[in-house]
């Protein structure tokens, strides 16, 4: 998982919303429970940097591929891209 936020990761910080959801889940202890909306943006959040992390890496970062392969129109794409600071292009993923 370190190995993995850090290749991926900008600037060799590691922020909580870039470790997954399963690790931080089995670390909470309960105190900072949130209400269902906030939770749920929160793991919408999660899953789209990953799933677009992940569809860059996979496609060179070659946004037009990416999303053709998530099924969603480029403009979409690179405005999801813009919102959780991920890089397209050459130096991607």
């Given at each position: ?92 993923c």
């Amino acid at each position: 998982v370190v190995r993995r936020i850090l290749a991926l990761g900008e600037g060799g910080r590691v922020a909580l919303g870039d470790l997954p959801e399963a690790l931080l889940t089995c670390c909470d202890n309960g105190a900072s429970h949130k209400g269902f909306f906030a939770q749920r943006e929160r793991l919408i959040c999660n899953f789209e940097r990953q799933f677009l992390s992940d569809l860059l890496g996979h496609h060179g970062g070659n946004v037009a591929d990416a999303a053709r392969e998530a099924e969603i129109p480029r403009g979409t794409f690179y405005r999801l891209i813009k919102k959780h600071g991920l890089a397209a292009g050459n130096d991607a993923c």
